[in-house]
């Protein structure tokens, strides 16, 4: 996938356009449809495309509310992440530093609620469409520098839908979600690049 990271002050991820020069795949098989389609994404670290601050949503969805929550350590490489309303959940060291790998890890955490966030973003727009996709998946690959804070220079998603869905509303809707509805795909921009790609699977007709 082409780079397309900028230099100088930080700026903002923007889509240049999953039709110029794409390729589409197609494949019919067992009557279904499955298309490809790729998305790039500006880095913010290029200022020539400043985020807008409009968000094209109820004020009922907005996420301006503080968070609190407390880690525990319970011995043995483990942790468990408790919030006020009593909600907790298990995190562990990652093995090399006092864990055992039978539980998450605070980075997996942080790759799984960028998943999480992009999910919950997707799903909202294509029921504001009225579509409700029979199926959703999100892989996330995700590279580190190699020099500390080993913070995250590429994350890449690729974003599966079963649905009868437009390719074009699709595309928006994962742009908009990636630069201005999620917040942690945000956080991620700040420090490095993030892209993806989306395949519509479609149940045709006999």
């Known amino acids: 996938m082409r780079n397309m990271s900028g230099t100088g002050a930080r700026s903002k991820r923007l889509c240049r356009g999953c039709c110029k020069g794409r390729r589409d795949r197609e494949q019919i098989q067992n009557h279904q449809d499955t298309v490809r389609h790729p998305h790039v994404f500006l880095s913010m ?16 969805r907005m996420e301006w509310k503080p968070v609190d929550m407390t880690v525990t350590y319970n011995g043995d490489g483990a ?3 408790r919030m006020p309303s009593g909600i907790s959940f298990p995190m562990e060291a990652p093995v090399g530093m006092g864990g ?4 998450p890890n605070p980075i997996q955490y942080l790759i799984g609620s960028l998943g999480g966030c992009v999910g919950v973003k997707i799903l ?6 009225g ?10 690959h995700g590279t580190r520098k190699k020099t500390m804070p080993a913070f995250f220079d590429h994350v890449h998603l690729t ?13 928006a809707i994962i742009e908009q979600t ?5 917040p942690i795909a945000a956080m991620f921009a700040e ?3 993030v892209t993806a790609e989306h395949r519509i699977i479609r149940n045709l007709s006999v």
Do not use: Q
Not at 124 to 129: C, E
Not at 178 to 182: M, Q, S, V, Y
């Open 159 to 171: 974003v599966t839908l079963r649905a009868d869905a437009d390719d074009a509303m699709v595309s």
């Open 178 to 182: 990636l630069t201005r509805l999620c």
């Open 79 to 81: 942790f468990t992440a």
């Open 131 to 140: 579509i409700v996709p029979d199926e959703l998946t999100i892989g996330i």
């Open 100 to 103: 055992h790998g039978k539980i």
């Open 191 to 193: 420090v490095g690049e």
């Open 45 to 60: 670290r290029d200022n020539r495309y400043p985020m807008s601050t409009e968000i094209p949503w109820d004020k009922s």
């Open 124 to 129: 909202l727009a294509l029921s504001d469409n």
